[in-house]
């Protein structure tokens, strides 16, 4: 039975212990009329039987799930000859791959293969304990639902407080579910640090950190002829601030702008369709803006620099950075709303009853008390852009240069780590190890701009609070 | 200012400051409309892109929702076709190829050279072959008769007709004598302009005109699917916790910062971990909805977290006092009555969460949901694609027609987003009433 199977397996086997569960109880109370007595309802009995099942068997299929290719893919390699476990671990991977291609076949016909024959007996062997493991897995979970339903049944009394029991379970399995978060953040963590950790020992840190050139092309062959590939991502930080830059000197003022007209001036009707119309903008997927980008705007700067006599590449910076822009239009404007909203009404109200006009009021008294605010929504603006990833992979280039120059195309941190990762590759050669450590440093670096544009944004407001 | 005009300063010692304030006024109250209309434009600015944005994708996805097709008389002659009777199982192995060509070139008596029929042929599409083969295994009677079948263009032809084109004349990637063979085409009246049904129930092509998103609306359900199954419980059930039961502690404190962190990290970041443990380490296939909707449960779990527990703070503290005053227990509490009262503002968090997962793309880039697949997948595990990276791929092709099926996609994918959040909002309305 796979997985899926055995899921529906197991939810039956949960939904029948409910039943089982209640016709226990009520017949250990001794009958319908005198379930009064029991310590609990029947339904909590159930309930209970029905968790008791499920749980460990849910708990055992996962575990088994998560090691059950590593674990046959140790037998299997123990049962190889030993001049093939000697292999490099690439080669190995590539003969194991073999083997578990011939295993896919249904059915295996040993004697008309001469060739390869060890390869045969070890797709067979593989195809053995496969079947055997999955034949172990099923029983297991089987014998584990049955066992535990069987203990829970045993200690069934009319003074057992299955409720009790019960919530004390699903306490412990909500705390479980509000620790995911938590795991997400660790598994992030320590799986990009892993990787990187490997690559930084093939490729010294401060050759990564402040080397200027970028060609991840590496010899897949020790006798073929190709770079050796350099590693230093100083050209991918420059270009990733050219467009992060590009896109804020567009979006910020005009965010701040929508911001500071939709909460000063704007008539309650204005405000009621730019809103939908910023939640628009807000919600076009990124990808949408990556085809807008590449098959619309780069096209047109590229006309019209043609038109002014400027030569523009065809993937310039400023085409992503002006979409991104765009995209972050939304964002800037909603985070900076919520900052002049937070300004106390007082301040305003004595700059107007003082004659101040209105605009005056705004750019004397609103934005200098506001600023902490906006400078907060503008880092979280910055690190958004940062983490983009659609729009420059699919309107910026793949070459690494180190300009300035917008009109010229430039590649960043997000487009090398898609390229690196979408081929198919090995998994530990250094240019792919690359894309983790450009993984990390992106994590760290918005990690660290979020947690400090939280705290300006949170003192501030504690401030006005 | 020390270096003022000492004309100007005399003028000012002379004059009162209410005489002051009235003459810089003007100035003032210029400078108030300027900033006013600048604040107008910005605001314009957002309705003009949104309006550009739009109105681009609808103009370059109107041509995708149209084929060309061209009525062929074909001669289901048995020698070209190879077979000796009208047995199923022979025809179906028959020649139809040399068919459609003899058939095509018979339509043009005039056409000689071999390079010139080569490219007469490469007008129609290379799927033509399979119509006219299910058109005879439909009607075998016709076998040895001559028959009028339906085909489609190639997708350059079917460009070149969309397009603003001059009659007889060259066109991309359309030479003038293929042109001026379609003007043939068309002058004799068998040329048809079809709503295009097979973009929403074929998989993916290389050929434009063969293309479909059903492919990819598949992989993008069950990717939705396995995302709201996972995220939705895990969700809730962690907002539950944090909000009714959590104890003021380090181990909260440290769930809180790292949710609110985790709703920034960006999206590819979930690629990375996706990719790294759980391909990698727990095995679980590449390319599958599974997989994917794992990743976007992690990416999306925040937001649904953060909106569940706004949700359930907002349900008055009355109503707990009352069950629990009642004798229900703090699970019967939560369970039975909060839950029940935040509920609408927990769906409409998992809406915009789920609209996220729904246009989020390059975390699938990671996890090898990118790879050209042209079956529709039907299970979890299978390989499969999902709209946005359909998007993306198509984007990428060379071939002009695949610009207008792009677009098309895209306008999929944007109908599908604005329904979720017209449903969010009409959630959130009626939750704001009670």
Known sequence: MNSSTLIFVILFLALFSYWFGIQRSVKMAGGITKVKYLASLPRQYGLLTALWCGLPALIVLFIWSAFESSVLESLLIGVLPAEIQALPSAELGLYLNDIKIIAAEPILDLSSQNEALE?????????????????LKSALIVVVALTSVGFIISRFSTEFGARVKLENIVRVVLMACSGIAVLTTLGIILSVLFESIQFFSAVPPWEFLFGTEWSPQTAMRTDQVAGSGAFGAIPLFAGTLLITAIAMVFSVPVGLMTAIYLSQYASPRLRSIAKPMLEILAGVPTVVYGFFAALTVAPFIRDTGDLMGLSVASESALAAGIVMGIMIIPFVSSLSDDAINAVPKALKEGSLGMGATLSETIKLVLLPAAIPGIVGAILLAVSRAIGETMIVVMAAGMAANLTANPLESVTTVTVQIVTLLTGDQEFDSPKTLAAFALGLMLFVTTLALNVFALKVVRKYREQYD | MTDKNPADSN?????????????????RHRKEKRFQWAGLMAVGLGFLLVVILISDIVLKARPAFHQHWVKLEVEFRQDWLGVTSSDLAELKKANYRSVLRRSLYGM?????????????????STNAEFTIKQYLLDTPTKLGKTAEVWVRFDDDIDSYLKDDYTPGEAGPRVSKQQAQWLQQFLNKEIVDKRWNSEFFTSGDSREPELAGVRGALTGTLLTMLVTLLLSFPLGVAAAIYLEEFAPKNRWTDIIEVNINNLAAVPSIIFGLLGLAVIINIFGLPRSAPLVGGIVLTLMTLPTIIIASRASIKAVPPSIREAALGLGASKMQTAFGHVLPMAMPGILTGTIIGMAQALGETAPLLMIGMVAFIVDVPAGVTDAATVLPVQIYLWADSPERAFLAKTSAAILVLLSFLLIMNSVAAILRKKFEKN
């Open chain 2, 11 to 27: 003028l000012a010692e002379q004059l009162s400051t209410t005489e002051k304030v009235a003459l810089s006024l003007r100035k």
């Open chain 2, 108 to 124: 043009f008596p005039d056409v000689k050279g071999r390079r010139d029929k080569r490219s007469l042929f490469k007008m129609i």
């Open chain 1, 119 to 135: 390869k045969y007996q070890a797709a067979n062997y593989l195809q053995n304990i496969t079947a055997n493991a999955a034949w």
